[in-house]
């Protein structure tokens, strides 16, 4: 039995199921009807199972797979850090963590057909969990995305729909669709089992480091679905008892495009658009308040790092080995910043790279 759903702003609740609404009446994202409880950790994990090695504190059944999870931690001394390599994963970004929970519920809703809207790394994620799970699906994405990342989103066999305009035409263009009756909105922004998925990364990173919460996390924000799915999942870490404390969360956004920047840290509207970080271009996210909350709990802050940066700190990581795409350089150029801006070098800092370059071209 897959849980309902509820709205944490008026408390309205919803049956699951494959009409479920996407959105609360009263305009709220909604999340899943259930507790998010961490038992004691077990003495061991299956990490055959990938993520699904926690499926005992997942609210879904594992249903459509690909291995996904367990992804590497590793040492990254030109900036006295630690990485988490969350491009190597099946579809080359850290959304197969929450698209292998997102279509995995979609199959026990019996879904039959998923629409997502997506700029390049989500949309090629759902649809290759789509072709996993046997289910057609409908990927809106801008005009001109970049050709390896459509070419990802075809390949699998999903229908992509290109939508001229701002990238909030095309979730417009995507959710007309959901509302005609086309499909179940698999929107990784919307949909709240997609962050049931990405609390898998701080799962991770608390085993990988033997229950030990770095001081901080640097991570990229666009709509926030990595950035609140490791709040979510440290605190309910924290409140089992699996870590002791939280770490400080230090967001990243693109000069230009950096609402949350603007709202809790010192980020000016007026700034030249990062148009090498694409991916997170989101002016408005869904869970805005949500990641302002989670900002101020843990005592962080978020900064917009300008394309220059962005460029040279991407060239610096091809040079030390790590191959992703310029949207995943945003993190590593704030952690750049941060360090200039007080943010010790004894600090044990962690930071997500979140997307390949294979298919960034
Ligand atoms: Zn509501």
Redesign the pocket.
């Known amino acids: 039995m897959a849980p309902g759903l509820v ?1 944490a ?2 408390g ?1 609740t919803y049956e699951a199921g494959p009409n479920e609404p996407w959105q ?3 305009g ?1 994202p909604l999340e899943l009807n259930m507790e998010p409880a961490l038992g004691d950790p077990p003495q061991t994990f299956d990490r055959e199972a990938g993520l699904w090695a926690f499926d005992a504190f997942l609210p879904v059944d594992r249903e459509v797979t690909l291995g996904e999870g367990w992804t590497p931690l590793v040492d990254a001394p030109t900036w006295d850090a630690t990485f988490k390599l969350e491009y190597v994963f099946p579809s080359g970004s850290f959304k197969d963590r929450g698209a292998t929970t997102t279509l995995s519920r979609a199959v026990t809703l019996d879904v039959d057909r998923v629409i997502e809207d997506s700029s390049g790394n989500a949309g090629a994620s759902i649809a290759l969990y789509a072709a996993r799970a046997g289910i057609p699906g409908e990927i809106y994405v801008p005009t001109g995305v970049k050709p390896p990342k459509r070419a990802a989103i075809e390949g699998t066999g999903a229908t992509v729909v290109e939508v001229d305009g701002a990238r909030a035409d095309v979730s417009q263009a995507a959710r007309e669709a959901v509302a005609a009756g086309k499909g179940w909105y698999a929107s990784h922004a919307w949909n709240p089992t997609f962050y049931a998925g990405t609390m898998t990364a701080a799962y991770e990173i608390a085993v990988q480091r033997g229950f030990e919460a770095p001081d901080a996390m640097v991570v990229p924000i666009g709509h926030g679905t990595l950035f609140l799915g490791l709040y979510r999942g440290f605190a309910a870490l924290e409140s089992a008892g699996w870590i002791d404390r939280m770490p400080r969360l230090l967001g990243v956004q693109a000069a230009g495009v950096a609402p949350i920047a603007e709202t809790v840290g010192t980020a000016a509207g007026t700034q030249t658009k990062n148009e090498l970080a694409d991916g997170i271009q989101i002016a408005e996210p869904v869970r805005a308040a949500q990641i302002t909350r989670a900002v101020r709990e843990t005592n962080g802050t978020v900064i917009a790092v300008a394309e220059e940066q962005t460029r040279a700190t991407w060239h610096t990581l091809h040079r030390a080995g790590f191959h992703v795409e310029p949207t995943s350089a945003v993190a590593v150029a704030g952690l750049e910043a941060y360090r200039t801006h007080g943010l010790d070098r004894d600090q044990d800092v962690v930071v997500p790279l979140t997307g390949s370059g294979l298919k960034s071209a």
Request: charged share 25%; with cysteine; glycine share 0%.
């Open positions: 709205c702003d008026c309205r609360c009446a009263c709220a």
